[in-house]
């Protein structure tokens, strides 16, 4: 299964790029699944409190993907 992975803001910056596609995923695997694959890659992960979209929607590590989903990392944002 192949789902695509956004990057927003100062983690985009730090990743290097936008979008990142990830392919090689078993049926039914989790959000909180792809975290843990994405955090194989880049380690730095684990440090940022990420909010997770599931197809627009924010929603639970416990989320079942499907062929083609969505997932936008948001990181926390700050401003004034």
Request: net charge negative; hydrophobic share 40%.
């Amino acid at each position: 299964m192949k789902v695509r992975v956004l990057f927003f803001a100062g983690l985009r910056d730090r990743i290097g790029q936008s979008e990142f596609e990830l392919d090689g995923l078993e049926s039914g695997a989790t959000l909180e699944h792809v975290r843990s694959v994405l955090e194989e890659r880049w380690p730095f992960l684990q440090e940022y409190p990420l909010a997770v979209a599931h197809n627009c929607q924010v929603v639970s590590a416990d989320v079942s993907l499907e062929e083609g989903d969505e997932i936008a990392l948001l990181p926390p944002v700050s401003g004034g």
